[in-house]
């Protein structure tokens, strides 16, 4: 079973501060990474996707790739209470499979 | 305005009485999918559709039915809905593959 694992959290960070979301996955032919944005009750919105190792960065956003260790994160600076949402990790390799999700919270 | 839209947004229904979600997307995509979302477990696909007439099995396609007759609709049919299907589902599509999905507001679904 190809899975993707994200840790379910909570997260909680104050405001301002550097949130860090992590995800790994178990297929090696998984070749493009996804981050969505889920608000309580609301849809999955993409905000990230990722395709080569290293990092790529977006506004506030950055996401991080790591082939090797089959690592990705999503890096959130300067937290807002308006990014306080679920994050879903997606891997693509043939099907895209998501992860559970990680709820972050934004303290103001 | 480009979206994705789903019908009904809630249902109540009882055990074995078959129902119909309906999916349609105005944005020309190629690619449609149904998925399913629980507590704890995260999206998991039932259904996809890389075209009219082309569709194939996600990772719980069991106890549904899809149909793409049509580019712009792709309707989850439950021909006889038990109870471990209450879930929200989410329809989504894409200009083609599974990249950039947009996702429709979901309906949730309680089966008694």
């Known amino acids: 079973q190809k899975e993707v694992e994200q840790n379910s959290g909570p997260l909680s960070v104050p405001e301002g501060a550097i949130a860090s979301l992590n995800c790994t996955y178990s297929d090696r032919g998984s070749q493009s990474f996804f981050w969505y944005r889920q608000y309580s009750g609301k849809s999955p919105e993409l905000i990230m996707f990722?395709?080569?190792?290293g990092d790529k960065e977006d506004g506030r956003f950055t996401a991080q790739l790591n082939k090797a260790s089959q690592y990705v994160s999503l890096l959130i600076r300067d937290s807002q209470p308006s990014d306080s949402a679920t994050y879903l990790c997606?891997?693509?390799?043939?099907?895209?499979?998501f992860g559970q999700g990680t709820e972050l919270s934004v303290k103001p | 305005e480009a979206q994705v839209t789903q019908n009904p947004r809630y249902l109540i229904t009882v055990t074995g009485k078959k129902l119909t979600v309906t999916c349609s997307q105005n944005m020309n995509h190629e690619y449609m999918s149904w998925y399913r979302q629980d507590p704890g477990l995260g999206l998991r696909q039932i259904y996809y559709s890389m075209n009219v007439e082309v569709t194939d099995k996600g990772d719980v396609p069991e106890g549904y039915k899809v149909s793409r007759k049509e580019k712009r609709n792709f309707p989850l049919i439950l021909e006889s809905p038990s109870p471990n299907q209450t879930s929200l589902y989410f329809c989504a599509s894409s200009p083609q593959g599974q990249e950039t999905q947009y996702f429709g507001p979901g309906t949730r679904l309680l089966v008694l």
């Open positions: 990722i395709y080569s190792n």
């Open positions: 997606a891997g693509q390799g043939g099907k895209l499979i």
